[in-house]
């Protein structure tokens, strides 16, 4: 996995975590909808949308952060309620969008409850490598699966993860550029 995304993964990462031991319940705008996961797109919010866009696809946010890398983090949902949704931009633009919830569905069935051979069935273009995702507590085998495509002219990486590919639920997944 690039250098790059793996930074971006971990601010991911730890604006979940971050945000779990925090945890404000507070309603999102858009709270009846439960936008689709597009593999290489997005989830409810798409790459390269601006903030006006964003705030029109999914409403005001719960919670607005610059992260330690100088990108602007948008929170929706939140991880006690089980719809957390993170929105990244840089230079007003989406960059990456992350979930560890499992209301978010691809068209094929495939949400943090997942196994990496339901992904591999569903996208058979993913690369799956053994010990590429999240540091995996000792015994555990981390795993990533990463479906590569193209969108509005960038190269979009949809990559699904687990602290172990042995059990269920899947960590996270993330859509960047």
């Known amino acids: 996995m690039k250098r790059s995304i793996r930074v971006a993964v971990r601010a991911a990462s730890t604006a979940l975590v971050a945000v779990g031991v925090g945890g404000v319940v507070v309603p999102t705008a ?3 909808k439960t936008p689709t996961i597009v593999v290489g797109q997005g989830i409810g919010a798409k790459i390269d949308q601006t903030e006006g866009q964003v705030m029109k696809a999914l409403g005001k946010p719960v919670a607005k ?31 990456l ?3 560890g919830s499992a209301p978010y569905k691809t068209s094929s069935g495939i949400s943090v409850n997942s196994l990496p051979a339901e992904v591999s069935k569903a996208y058979p273009q993913a ?4 010990g590429s995702g999240p540091q995996p507590d000792p015994g555990e085998e981390s795993d990533g699966c990463t479906v590569t495509s193209r969108y509005h002219g960038h190269t979009v990486h949809t990559v699904f993860l687990w602290r172990d590919s042995r059990r269920t639920p899947m960590f996270e997944i993330v859509i960047s550029a």
């Open 30 to 32: 858009n709270a009846n």
């Open 65 to 95: 952060r610059k992260t330690e890398t100088g990108e602007r983090e948008w929170q929706y949902g939140t991880i006690p309620k089980g719809d957390a949704l993170f929105v990244f931009f840089k230079h007003k633009h989406v960059v």
């Open 97 to 99: 969008i992350t979930t």
């Open 127 to 130: 690369k799956c490598v053994l």
